[in-house]
């Protein structure tokens, strides 16, 4: 499966974002969907996962309550909604693909991965 993602930018601290990731190549609903991010000098980490079905999403404690995984699979698309932001946040952002992984959140695991976006908060 090929992943395009989009929506990245610069902001405010407090302010919003959404990005989008869309799917081509394969059968989107039959993927688990995860959004992953790298900072500079740091390991790429997780940051939200969905499952196939659309029923089960994850989140680490830095996001939970901030951020909102969802996916539209009729049109082939996840979205990432990135609500107060924190200077913190600031990576490049990539979406992934692993077909129906049971909800994993490991970097190794997910075996298409799109070209990433930026997203920089100021503070």
């Known amino acids: 499966v090929q992943l395009q993602a989009s929506g990245g930018g610069l902001v405010q601290a407090g302010n919003s974002l959404r990005l989008s990731c869309t799917a081509s190549?394969?059968?989107?609903?039959?993927?688990?969907m995860g959004w992953f991010r790298q900072a500079p000098g740091k390991e790429r980490e997780f940051v939200a996962a969905?499952?196939?079905?659309?029923?089960?999403?994850y989140y680490p404690d830095s996001v939970k309550g901030r951020f909102t995984i969802s996916r539209d699979n009729a049109k082939n698309t996840v979205h990432l909604q990135m609500n107060s932001l924190k200077p913190e946040d600031t990576a490049v952002y990539y979406c992934?693909?692993?077909?129906?992984?049971?909800?994993?959140?490991?970097?190794?695991?997910?075996?298409?991965w799109g070209q990433g976006t930026q997203v920089t908060v100021s503070s």
């Open positions: 969905i499952k196939w079905s659309g029923i089960g999403t």
């Open positions: 992934a693909a692993l077909m129906r992984g049971g909800g994993s959140r490991s970097v190794a695991d997910f075996g298409s």
């Open positions: 190549g394969r059968t989107f609903s039959d993927y688990d």
